[in-house]
């Protein structure tokens, strides 16, 4: 199952990423970094009930049918896919200590759009509600799906609220955020109508993996994300453009686990750049560090070293 990416010049929430002025913050050639407009696509999930998950995003989230193929489906909003769902049988559900998903995190431009789906997500299904946080440079929600795949609903603060140490990483934290005071105060009715239209956009992906140093060493020295955070050898987090995170690793749970297995979960993320811009910079790096790349009609594809697949893809060109 494919879907081609929307332009994302002419998508305001990728516009948010981009950063037309941006200097590298880890002092690197902008030749040896992935492109400032980079955006994160759609992610894939394998599920062994795809009408089961289907049902969920939709009635939880919003999302509506993108593209659909036999019992595959694109699930989106406003024409931008974000998740997609593939039949998968036999197969089984992760162990929570396996490297993997630890979230996709949907990005809402607006807070009452945000507050819309959280309180559609709860009304639904309270028991998957697992927390909520203010980060500083980001408010954020948190829900596990019907597959026990992690879900991040969010909103970014300005990012002129953002705070940049000179060491080129930025404050982020986490502080409890009461999910009925945020209601309180920005949820209206005219979100809640508007549900399964407002913009939306995957704005950072989440993964378990074994070691940081080596999530490190292949995410940010090969791939050419930058690292704007850490947490020491727990977590990672890394982005292009100046954005506070496309990305982030984390062993709380898999310290030292190995390459993940086929299992339900997990199948793709896929990372879109602008037309023309820095695929082939990635791909030499990548072959230069001895990795494996391949080039298919998705784009190039390459598994990082828990063998989660990433697809890059260039952004479909303007109309003229």
Same mark, same amino acid.
């Given at each position: 199952?494919?879907?081609?990416?929307?332009?994302?010049?002419?998508?305001?929430?990728?516009?948010?990423?981009?950063?037309?002025?941006?200097?590298?913050?880890?002092?690197?050639?902008?030749?040896?970094?992935?492109?400032?407009?980079?955006?994160?696509?759609?992610?894939?999930?394998?599920?062994?009930?795809?009408?089961?998950?289907?049902?969920?995003?939709?009635?939880?989230?919003?999302?509506?049918?993108?593209?659909?193929?036999?019992?595959?489906? *694109?699930?989106?909003?406003?024409?931008?896919?974000?998740?997609?769902?593939?039949?998968?049988?036999?197969?089984?559900?992760?162990?929570?200590?396996?490297?993997?998903?630890?979230?996709?995190?949907?990005?809402?431009?607006?807070?009452?759009?945000?507050?819309?789906?959280?309180?559609?997500?709860?009304?639904?299904?309270?028991?998957?509600?697992?927390?909520?946080?203010?980060?500083?440079?980001?408010?954020?929600?948190?829900?596990?799906?019907?597959?026990?795949?992690?879900?991040?609903?969010?909103?970014?603060?300005?990012?002129?609220?953002?705070?940049?140490?000179?060491?080129?990483?930025?404050?982020?934290?986490?502080?409890?955020?009461?999910?009925?005071?945020?209601?309180?105060?920005?949820?209206?009715?005219?979100?809640?109508?508007?549900?399964?239209?407002?913009?939306?956009?995957?704005?950072?992906?989440?993964?378990?993996?074994?070691? *940081?140093?080596?999530?490190?060493?292949?995410?940010?020295?090969?791939?050419?994300?930058?690292?704007?955070?850490?947490?020491?050898?727990?977590?990672?987090?890394?982005?292009?453009?100046?954005?506070?995170?496309?990305?982030?690793?984390?062993?709380?749970?898999?310290?030292?686990?190995?390459?993940?297995?086929?299992?339900?979960?997990?199948?793709?993320?896929?990372?879109?750049?602008?037309?023309?811009?820095?695929?082939?910079?990635?791909?030499?790096?990548?072959?230069?560090?001895?990795?494996?790349?391949?080039?298919?009609?998705?784009?190039?594809?390459?598994?990082?070293?828990?063998?989660?697949?990433?697809?890059?893809?260039?952004?479909?060109?303007?109309?003229?």
């Amino acid at each position: 199952m494919s879907f081609t990416a929307p332009d994302t010049a002419a998508d305001p929430l990728a516009l948010r990423h981009q950063s037309m002025q941006h200097q590298p913050i880890s002092g690197r050639p902008v030749a040896d970094l992935l492109p400032a407009g980079l955006s994160m696509g759609m992610v894939t999930l394998k599920s062994d009930n795809v009408s089961r998950l289907r049902a969920y995003y939709e009635q939880a989230l919003g999302l509506v049918a993108v593209a659909e193929d036999g019992p595959n489906v *694109v699930l989106g909003r406003s024409g931008v896919p974000l998740v997609g769902i593939e039949e998968a049988r036999g197969l089984t559900l992760p162990g929570e200590g396996e490297a993997g998903l630890y979230h996709v995190a949907i990005l809402f431009e607006e807070a009452a759009d945000l507050a819309a789906t959280v309180y559609s997500a709860v009304r639904l299904d309270p028991t998957r509600f697992v927390g909520s946080s203010d980060h500083l440079v980001s408010e954020a929600f948190y829900f596990q799906d019907p597959d026990n795949n992690g879900i991040e609903l969010y909103v970014d603060r300005p990012r002129d609220q953002w705070q940049w140490g000179a060491d080129g990483q930025v404050a982020m934290t986490t502080l409890y955020l009461p999910w009925d005071r945020y209601l309180d105060t920005h949820l209206t009715e005219e979100a809640v109508n508007r549900l399964t239209t407002a913009p939306a956009s995957v704005g950072h992906v989440h993964l378990q993996v074994g070691d *940081v140093h080596a999530a490190e060493d292949f995410y940010v020295r090969e791939l050419g994300f930058e690292k704007t955070t850490a947490l020491g050898t727990m977590a990672l987090f890394v982005s292009a453009g100046g954005y506070h995170h496309h990305m982030a690793m984390n062993t709380w749970n898999s310290t030292g686990v190995g390459p993940r297995r086929n299992t339900l979960g997990l199948g793709s993320l896929e990372i879109t750049l602008p037309q023309g811009e820095g695929l082939g910079s990635a791909e030499d790096r990548l072959k230069s560090a001895g990795r494996s790349v391949q080039r298919t009609d998705r784009g190039l594809e390459i598994r990082d070293p828990w063998n989660t697949l990433l697809v890059l893809s260039e952004a479909e060109a303007e109309a003229n």
